[in-house]
T-cell receptor, first 116, second 113 residues
Framework: GAGVSQSPSNKVTEKGKDVELRCDPI?????LYWYRQRLGQGLEFLIY????????KSGLPSDRFSAERTGESVSTLTIQRTQQEDSAVYLC??????????????FGAGSRLTVL | AQSVTQPDIHITVSEGASLELRCNYS??????LFWYVQSPGQGLQLLLK??????LVQGIKGFEAEFKRSQSSFNLRKPSVHWSDAAEYFC???????????FGSGTRLQVQP
């Protein structure tokens, strides 16, 4: 597509429920990233996918968080047994991959998660 | 690991005044640096980037930034601010280990009429 699409744009859930957030990257972008942005704060790196390589999960805050990516397309971020501290905007980004590592990320509009 | 510091949490300027947002990075080699802007309720938009070469880079919306290795800085500037520039601004550096961006905590810009 023309840009990075994320759904849902807003999600309200009850504590303890599982949620799935979806990201559809720009066509042809082999790299995909998930970030978390808590209210009034900067972006925290969560996970990075690059082609068929093993994902870099070093930013996932707990084992309640997981993510999958099908080939070089859609990715799903799953949060199990949600807690109130999981409330945040979850941002997805995609990029082409440069040999230098200087990837230029294009971000989606985000999925705002509210855990009651 | 690379890190980015944005010392100013909140800045207020008058419309038409000049602007400088500060960014300091921590990295031993030549960093890859970015500025992004986040308008209320919207995603992040790339303003400009520095990879190598000319240390003064031009971006969109009349913004520019200067890379100063001696000061480990990459400050964002605009000669005349418009009310529509009110937003949150993030400086970022490529984390070559993670192949992802490490972001600063952001500077919120308010523009007074």
């Amino acid at each position: 597509g023309a840009g990075v699409s994320q759904s849902p744009s807003n999600k309200v859930t009850e504590k303890g429920k599982d949620v799935e957030l979806r990201c559809d990257p720009i066509s042809g972008h082999t790299a995909l990233y998930w970030y978390r942005q808590r209210l009034g704060q900067g972006l925290e790196f969560l996970i990075y996918f690059q082609g068929n390589s093993a994902p870099d999960k070093s930013g996932l805050p707990s084992d309640r968080f997981s993510a999958e990516r099908t080939g070089e397309s859609v990715s799903t971020l799953t949060i199990q047994r949600t807690q109130q501290e999981d409330s945040a905007v979850y941002l997805c980004a995609s990029s082409l991959v440069r040999v230098s590592g200087a990837n230029v990320l294009t971000f989606g509009a985000g999925s705002r998660l509210t855990v009651l | 690991a690379q890190s980015v510091t944005q010392p100013d949490i909140h800045i207020t300027v008058s419309e038409g005044a000049s602007l400088e947002l500060r960014c300091n990075y921590s990295y031993g080699a030549t960093p890859y640096l970015f500025w992004y802007v986040q308008s209320p309720g919207q995603g992040l938009q790339l303003l400009l980037k520095y990879f190598s070469g000319d240390t003064l880079v031009q971006g969109i919306k009349g913004f520019e930034a200067e890379f100063k290795r001696s000061q480990s800085s990459f400050n964002l500037r605009k000669p005349s601010v418009h009310w529509s520039d009110a937003a949150e601004y993030f400086c970022a550096v490529v984390d070559t280990g993670r192949r992802a961006l490490t972001f600063g905590s952001g500077t919120r810009l308010q523009v007074q009429p």
